[in-house]
């Protein structure tokens, strides 16, 4: 969605955007777009991203198992004709399709790479993450934002770290641009943890709201292979999603109670249980934590 929106070739093809939990910092150049498809040739047996006569005879077999992270995230290509720059340079110079546009996050997106298995992470383990990460020159003010306790589990630290690093801050500052280039934009943080999770992923992991806004949790967990039956409530929040989602697909329009993203207020509706009744916002989702990062990284 966010690639349609950025690519004038797809300007007057459609009226409506709904973009979820897109990662708009994870964006290839063209020629690291070629080496990487050079190296997945080579694990085939081809002689590179141009042959293709060798790789569509490659079995569907070998092709996915060939086919692995991080490589297997496939981020946007900037290849100068469906994307003619990087993101948030179009977003900043105002160069995007002008239709009301819903981009969002889940508050734990990366929850869903920790579904294996395993014990607490302490917090030797969860500093020596952080350092490696960041480096001695950042890992000390990295702890002073995402603090790590003694004695407890410092899971939620990772995944917070992880999920503003890739998720939610590059998100905002997208979405920062495009309210300044007076886009129509409405924005959202979807938090709640499914009563029947159709991945065994701690909190509002990635993806765990796409069952909500199609309102078909029964449908999803009997495909998952999940035997619990979900809370009212939660089926009640997927029809109240459904219906807000439908509204604005076929409208262009929001409810009230869901304040448009302005440059000014930067309201993030607040999706959980709560959301069956009222809409309720809240601003500066995340500032603080991203004016840190986005120091650090370079996002700014």
């Excluded at 995230?73 to 160069?95: N, Q, R, Y």
């Excluded at 995944?159 to 905002?172: E, L, R, V």
């Excluded at 997927?238 to 207020?265: H, I, K, N, Y």
């Excluded at 309201?267 to 069956?276: F, R």
Aim: glycine share 6%.
């Amino acid at each position: 969605v966010a690639l349609h929106y950025f690519s004038q070739g797809s300007a007057g093809l459609f009226h409506r955007g709904i973009a979820e939990s897109p990662s708009l910092n994870q964006i290839h150049t063209l020629e690291q777009a070629l080496e990487i498809g050079s190296a997945f040739a080579a694990k085939l047996k081809c002689s590179g991203h141009a042959d293709l006569k060798c790789l569509r005879s490659v079995d569907a077999a070998a092709l996915s198992k060939a086919f692995e992270l991080p490589d297997a995230m496939m981020p946007i290509t900037v290849d100068g004709d469906i994307l003619s720059a990087h993101i948030w340079k179009l977003a900043a110079d105002g160069h995007f399709n002008r239709v009301p546009l819903i981009i969002g996050n889940n508050v734990d997106e990366t929850g869903i790479a920790f579904m294996s298995p395993q014990g607490a992470i302490s917090a030797a383990h969860a500093q020596c993450v952080i350092k490696k990460a960041f480096g001695d020159a950042f890992s000390r003010r990295i702890m002073d934002i995402y603090p790590v306790q003694e004695g407890a589990d410092n899971l939620q630290v990772l995944i917070d770290i992880s999920s503003d690093m890739i998720y939610h801050c590059p998100n905002s500052h997208v979405l920062g641009s495009l309210a300044k280039a007076q886009a129509d934009l409405w924005s959202y943080s979807f938090k709640r943890h499914p009563s029947c999770p159709n991945f065994p992923a701690p909190g509002a992991y990635h993806m765990a709201e796409v069952m909500y806004v199609f309102d078909n949790l029964l449908d999803i967990l009997a495909a998952s292979n999940v035997s619990c039956t979900p809370a009212e409530d939660d089926l009640a929040l997927a029809s109240r999603l459904s219906s807000l989602w439908v509204e604005f697909a076929r409208d262009g329009t929001m409810e009230l109670g869901w304040p448009r993203f302005t440059q000014s207020d930067g309201m993030v509706l607040k999706i959980d249980l709560s959301t069956v009744e009222h809409l309720n916002a809240e601003a500066g989702y995340r500032e603080g934590q991203c004016n840190v990062l986005n120091t650090m990284i370079g996002n700014d």
